[in-house]
């Protein structure tokens, strides 16, 4: 199991499931991030947090946490 908060920025990959429950899935999901999703890794802040991602055309930061939560491949 491969998470997006592994993917090097420049890379791309594909969201295969979504982790965690309740308020914090339903707001990853609404941000655009579902199975079957390409999602482009951007750019990670010095410090590893936040990641800047590309995702259904448009840029997103999201919190490592977050990230440990999206399974891709």
Do not use: F, W
């Amino acid at each position: 199991m491969r998470t997006l908060r592994e993917v090097k920025p420049g890379q791309s990959a594909t969201v295969v499931k979504l982790h965690g429950e309740g308020a914090l899935r339903r707001r990853i999901m609404d941000m655009g991030i579902t199975r079957g999703t390409s999602v482009y890794v951007r750019k990670v802040a010095p410090l590893g947090d936040p990641v800047e991602i590309n995702v259904r055309g448009y840029e997103l930061s999201l919190r490592k946490e977050d990230c440990a939560m999206i399974e891709v491949c």
